[in-house]
């Protein structure tokens, strides 16, 4: 088994030829996703914008706060301080799944905890968005969906895949990240 290592240093690498993180292929994917992007707008014009869906996934921290009447407390003057506990917020966090057009948002959705995101609960948010879609924006139920999302797994999986061409949507590529 080939170990190898990649050192980062000032947002370059050092590891030569490394093609994963290369910084010249990621910037000839950022200039093909963008000159793929101009092409349709070129072709289509600004009737194209408002086919385009995009999605993004982001952890929500919820607390439910005391209310002023909760804390209060009858006590004697001698008596001691009440502690109060910091509440942690990484215990009460949850996925959302939020997908808008250039309208606004139409679907949010929150992940149950202690789920996690594979391509069949990926699946059933398109199917979701889909239903959002036909209730929300009647005017698209003719028109191709442009699907901008990022290329994480349960996206790019086959079953994914399938589905979302199943729908007759067309999927814009999205750059790649830099580290």
């Known amino acids: 088994m080939t170990l190898s290592v990649v050192i980062w240093v ?20 950022h200039v093909a996703c963008a000159l793929k992007f101009l092409m349709c707008y070129h072709k289509e014009g600004d009737g194209m914008l ?3 869906v995009t999605g993004d996934k982001t952890w929500v921290s919820h607390i439910i ?8 407390h009858w006590k004697h003057t ?24 250039r ?11 202690g789920t996690t995101i594979n391509p069949a609960v ?7 968005l889909r239903c959002a879609n036909q209730n929300k924006r009647h005017g698209m139920l003719s028109a191709t969906i442009l699907l901008l999302h990022d290329n994480a797994w349960p996206h790019s999986a086959a ?14 590529d999205h750059p790649p990240i830099q580290p």
């Open 10 to 29: 000032i947002g370059k690498c050092v590891h030569d030829g490394c093609p994963r993180c290369s910084q010249r292929s990621t910037k000839k994917q």
């Open 50 to 52: 408002s086919h385009i």
């Open 65 to 72: 706060p005391e209310s002023k009447q909760q804390s209060l």
């Open 78 to 101: 001698g008596s001691p301080k009440r502690k109060e506990f910091k509440q942690t917020f990484s215990t009460r966090k949850i996925m959302c799944t939020v997908f808008w057009d």
């Open 103 to 113: 309208q606004g948002v139409f679907l949010v959705e929150f992940l149950p905890q």
């Open 122 to 128: 990926y699946c059933e948010t398109l199917k979701k």
């Open 159 to 172: 079953q994914t895949q399938d589905l979302v061409t199943s729908f007759k949507w067309e999927q814009m």
